[in-house]
């Protein structure tokens, strides 16, 4: 895959119409020898679309991927700075004045119902999103913000256009399922897959890659206890319990027994244990040096997060998604 540190010759540095030609030149190269990339991210309208030619719902056919995972202290130092952002973004938004109006007109109902309503991300990313944005890293370019247009162009794929210099690549792209908001079936599939993934074993490890999605359609009484551990502080299940709810617990339980139990002893229990396990809905841009790790906010189209260029941590970025009227 093309990468924006080969293109750019590997070094931070000025650049001059000598560099700009070679940068071009090299980026036609690499990619007629561009030959595609693993795809794990689960695309909502490519996944339904998936589960419609099989002739099933979503619900009952679809093989959820494993999450997107972070190291924690990265996680916790990430989620002050987007808490920063969106304080930032908020001050200069419509949205935060209508916010302010109604609030100060006692109207928090109102204020209160519209948050309720899905965010914009829960049909993306899709085919044709186009967002714009930009990223920094110390370590690129002498830490200066550089400006992107960024395009998913198929399930798993994307491109990526830096005008500033002169840059066109091809991204590989992954994100973590939605979790639908409407209760019901959906959603308790949505959520039981999101903890199946969490607190998968090999999932935990950084040491090891991330599992398969066949892995995730199960959970083992390990990670199992874990999960009641955090969300109730309790040693639960017994073993003996265990065995009797999964047909074959050598290979673990199905989210369908799973949710059965779980709901059978307290209907409610998914729905109120979510919020203690539940670290963002995540998402990945990278090609083979620039990593975009971030979180979809739920609020103006924003993707927040970190920069890793080849293989060091410490940069930023910020994407938003354009509406219709703002594309080219």
């Given at each position: 895959m093309p990468s924006l540190r080969r293109a750019m010759g590997g070094q931070p540095r000025r650049y001059t119409s000598r560099h700009f030609a070679f940068a071009l030149v090299s980026v036609v190269i690499l990619f007629g020898s561009w030959c595609g990339t693993l795809r794990r991210a689960a695309f909502v309208s490519g996944l339904s679309s998936q589960a419609s030619q099989r002739g099933c719902s979503r619900v009952t056919c679809l093989a959820y991927e494993p999450i997107l995972r972070r190291d924690p202290t990265t996680n916790v130092n990430m989620q002050r700075w987007i808490q920063q952002q969106?304080?930032?973004?908020?001050?200069?938004?419509?949205?935060?004045?209508?916010?302010?109006?109604?609030?100060?007109?006692?109207?928090?109902?109102?204020?209160?119902?519209?948050?309720?309503?899905?965010?914009?991300?829960?049909?993306?990313?899709?085919?044709?999103?186009?967002?714009?944005?930009?990223?920094?890293?110390?370590?690129?370019?002498?830490?200066?913000?550089?400006?992107?247009?960024?395009?998913?162009?198929?399930?798993?794929?994307?491109?990526?256009?830096?005008?500033?210099?002169?840059?066109?690549?091809?991204?590989?792209?992954?994100?973590?399922?939605?979790?639908?908001?409407?209760a019901g079936e959906q959603r308790d599939n949505d959520i039981a897959a999101?903890?199946?993934?969490?607190?998968?074993?090999?999932?935990?490890?950084?040491?090891?890659?991330?599992?398969?999605?066949?892995?995730?359609?199960?959970i083992g009484l390990e990670g199992?206890?874990?999960?009641?551990?955090?969300?109730?502080?309790?040693?639960?299940?017994?073993?003996?319990?265990f065995n009797k709810v999964a047909a074959d617990p050598a290979k673990g339980m199905t989210k369908e027994e799973f949710i059965k139990w779980?709901?059978?002893?307290?209907?409610?229990?998914?729905?109120?244990?979510?919020?203690?396990?539940?670290?963002?809905?995540?998402?990945?841009?990278?090609?083979?040096?620039?990593?975009?790790?971030?979180?979809?906010?739920?609020?103006?189209?924003?993707?927040l997060g970190y920069t890793e260029y080849a293989g060091t941590t410490g940069g930023l970025f910020s994407l938003r998604l354009l509406a219709k009227d703002e594309k080219a």
């Open positions: 969106r304080q930032l973004v908020a001050r200069q938004t419509k949205s935060d004045l209508q916010r302010r109006f109604l609030e100060k007109r006692g109207l928090g109902d109102k204020l209160k119902a519209a948050q309720a309503a899905k965010p914009w991300h829960w049909n993306h990313l899709k085919p044709g999103d186009v967002f714009r944005g930009w990223f920094e890293h110390p370590d690129f370019e002498g830490g200066r913000r550089i400006n992107v247009e960024l395009t998913v162009t198929a399930e798993g794929e994307g491109k990526w256009v830096a005008q500033a210099l002169e840059y066109e690549g091809q991204l590989q792209i992954n994100q973590d399922h939605w979790i639908s908001t409407e999101y903890v199946f993934s969490k607190f998968n074993m090999k999932w935990r490890d950084f040491d090891q890659g991330y599992p398969t999605a066949e892995e995730v359609e199960r199992l206890r874990m999960f009641f551990k955090q969300t109730s502080e309790v040693e639960y299940p017994e073993e003996d319990e779980i709901k059978g002893d307290n209907p409610e229990y998914l729905d109120v244990s979510l919020p203690t396990v539940f670290t963002g809905r995540r998402v990945r841009f990278q090609d083979d040096d620039v990593v975009l790790d971030g979180d979809f906010q739920d609020t103006g189209g924003m993707i």
